[in-house]
């Protein structure tokens, strides 16, 4: 349902290119759990980044239910059903938790149903829902709000940029359910074994290609050759 | 009364759910309504124009309500009003003034509001400005507020003014005693050619005082806004002034911060924050389904109304 056909995202600097992503080609199946991976700097962000909008690849296009999306905005992908929650949670000055949750599913809700939203998450909406959004959340209930906003929205894909951060290991467990509930095709970023034990396919990326696709049990082995790898080289 | 004056009552002086204890409406330069009661007398002054609010000690929780209104072109309004407030009372008192001008004169009020807070006292002060009206003429508000705190007072003061005031010089002068509080929360929007200035002059007199001013403006258009602070600190105190804005189109922000700390305990701190609109907060409405444009209205209502 959702494509990337040679998908490049490339910056420029002073004295040469950047490739961020390097000719990526993607299929994204209805109803999956999609789980990307990769080293830090691997480029897994600006990869779904260019699917929510945020940034324009510099080659390539973006398809989605047969639709060309690449010069679509951040919203109108959003009207057509695409979702997606920040690695770093935005914080605003004046809005409240229940003003995004309003905004995010696109109607008033009363507190029952604010109150769903929330706990899904883990959060008790009572101490929640009038509460401004702003950095005196901690970084782990901004996180929990940052997916609720997301599962407000009932999409037809859901990004989750690195959802597991600054979770707790108690509500990690309640967030896998969550995940695998969803009816949605989900495209998750994580470097947690629990999660990626989760996904139907997970994407290796390694410096801005696609190194591996394949199940779990596919992927795992090279993610330990990558650490292995690592250790031996930092080893000398 | 007619519909002009109602509606522009109620924009000032939107009705509140704290008990009324006295209320004095001005229309065009003269009384149109007064009560008292009991606990808090208005009194009319002989040699000015203006009133005396005289709230006695130990009013716990009343409103007092003194709006004032101008729908006449040319008028140029000038009133002092005097609060005296005693010891223990805690009451909320809604002013502001709108003016509904269709001429081509300029119509100006100019409010001078000095508060007395006795000991122990809790005063929270809402003032709205509001400007309409399609005349060329200004509607023009230069409030001056100068406030007195005893020792262990509170002040608190919500100003909001969100377009179609042409020209506005707020000031507010303020000595603090001992323990006392002034919080000042100011939301101002600017639009077209309209210009906005703020003036604070804070003096931090007795030990433990506190004064925390909050700036929040919001400019558009071309519209110009000057936020200045001084803060005096005379003895061990805590000042924290932030003034965050907002610039839209092609208007602009002036913050002009001044510290004084006279003695070596005082802290005193100045925060200001000028520029567009965040742009992950615009990105992140977006993802959630609006426009920029709906996106940039949202945030700036929050940021103002929040
Ligand atoms: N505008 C830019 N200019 C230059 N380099 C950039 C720009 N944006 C991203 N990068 C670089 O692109 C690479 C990929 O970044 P990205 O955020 O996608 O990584 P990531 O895989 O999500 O990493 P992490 O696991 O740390 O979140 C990084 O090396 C980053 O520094
Ligand atoms: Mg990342």
């Not at chain 2, 399609?134 to 608190?156: F, H």
Request: net charge neutral; charged share 25%; aromatic share 6%.
């Amino acid at each position: 349902m959702l494509k990337l056909e040679n998908v490049s995202y490339l910056v420029s600097e002073k004295d040469n290119d950047k490739d961020i992503l390097k000719n990526i080609n993607l299929d994204f199946l209805k109803g999956k759990i999609y789980v990307i991976t990769g080293p830090n700097g691997s480029g897994k962000s600006t990869l779904v980044k260019l699917i929510m909008g945020i940034l324009s690849p510099t080659e390539g296009k973006i398809v989605f239910n047969d639709k060309d999306i690449t010069n679509l905005k951040i919203n109108e992908r959003a009207g057509l059903g695409i979702a997606y929650a920040f690695q770093q949670p935005v914080t605003f000055k004046g809005l409240k938790v229940k003003d995004l949750l309003n905004i995010a599913s696109n109607k008033e809700n009363d507190f029952n149903t604010l109150c769903d939203y929330l706990s899904k998450v883990g959060l008790c909406a009572k101490g929640y829902i009038n509460r401004p959004l702003d950095d005196k959340l901690s970084g782990g209930e901004l996180k929990r709000i940052e997916l609720a906003m997301v599962l407000a929205r009932n999409a037809l894909v859901n990004i989750f940029d690195e959802p597991e951060a600054g979770i707790d290991l108690w509500s990690f467990e309640n967030l896998t359910k969550v995940f695998k509930e969803l009816k949605s095709t989900t495209i998750i970023v994580s470097h947690q074994t629990k999660i990626l034990e989760i996904a139907d396919t997970v994407i290796l990326l390694k410096e801005g290609k696609v190194e591996k696709i394949g199940s779990n049990s596919e992927v795992k082995p090279l993610l330990h050759l990558e650490m292995c790898g690592k250790l031996r080289g930092e080893n000398g | 009364m007619d519909k002009i004056d109602k509606s522009l009552l109620e924009k000032v002086s939107s009705l509140h759910e704290i008990k009324l204890g006295a209320f004095n409406i001005r229309k065009n330069g003269e009384v149109l309504e007064r009560k008292t009661s009991g606990e808090i007398d208005i009194v009319p002054k002989k040699d000015k124009p203006g009133i005396d609010i005289i709230i006695k000690p130990n009013v716990q929780n009343k409103a007092v309500h003194i709006p004032v209104i101008i729908t006449a072109g040319g008028l140029n309004d000038l009133v002092y009003n005097d609060f005296y407030v005693g010891e223990n009372s805690f009451v909320t008192i809604v002013a502001g003034c709108g003016i509904h001008n269709t001429s081509n004169i300029d119509s100006v009020h100019n409010g001078i509001h000095s508060f007395h807070l006795g000991k122990n006292s809790h005063i929270k002060y809402i003032e709205r400005h509001v400007g309409e009206g399609k005349g060329k003429g200004g509607k023009i508000l230069n409030p001056t507020t100068k406030i007195y705190q005893k020792e262990n007072s509170i002040m608190e003061i919500e100003t909001l003014q969100l377009g179609g005031v042409t020209s506005s010089v707020r000031k507010t002068y303020a000595r603090l005693g001992e323990n006392a509080q002034l919080n000042v929360q100011e939301n101002i929007l600017t639009e077209d050619k309209e210009t906005a200035t703020t003036l604070f002059k804070v003096t931090l007199e007795g030990k433990n005082s506190k004064v925390e001013v909050v700036s929040h403006s919001v400019a558009k258009g071309k519209s110009y806004q000057e936020f200045k602070s001084d803060l005096i600190g005379k003895a061990e105190c805590f000042g924290h002034v932030e003034c965050d804005g907002i610039l839209l189109d092609n208007a602009r922000i002036v913050s002009v911060p001044m510290i004084d700390a006279i003695n070596s305990d005082a802290s005193l701190v100045h925060e200001a924050a000028i520029g567009k609109i965040a742009g992950d907060e615009l990105i992140k409405l977006m993802t959630l389904g609006l426009s920029e444009e709906e996106a940039e209205d949202v945030i700036i209502k929050g940021f103002l109304m929040g």
